[in-house]
Nanobody
């Protein structure tokens, strides 16, 4: 059993910053790609940022230059540093990770979601 637990969401004013964390626990052998998605009310879930096992990162155009994805392999954790936040960044943010379990089976897992609200 593998669980991803997110933390760090909240309410912030435009121009402010937040840092989301995602920690994996359970029968983990290794973690491959980690990513952050978000879903705003009435919209589809969209990819925000992704980091490969080789530390290659990709960002959506809407967050490029403002958000930074990182990971700590030793802690089985991933992070999303969000700066210069805008009201349109308001959404539920979901962590996603490809986890190789001790059984050597690889599967994708989702966190429970963290609400980020950008408003004055």
């Amino acid at each position: 059993q593998v669980q991803l637990v997110e933390s760090g969401g909240g309410l912030v004013q435009p121009g402010g910053s937040l840092r989301l964390s995602c920690t994996a626990s359970g029968s983990i052998l290794s973690m491959n790609t980690m990513a952050w998605y978000r879903q705003a009310p009435g919209k589809e879930r969209e990819l925000v940022a992704r980091i490969s096992s080789g530390e290659i990162t990709n960002y959506s155009d809407s967050v490029k230059g403002r958000f930074t994805i990182s990971r700590d392999i030793a802690k089985s954790a991933g992070y999303l540093q969000m700066n210069s936040l805008k009201p349109e960044d308001t959404a539920v943010y979901y962590c996603y990770a490809e986890v190789v379990r001790l059984s050597r089976v690889s599967s994708g897992y989702w966190g429970q979601g963290a609400q980020v609200t950008v408003s004055s």
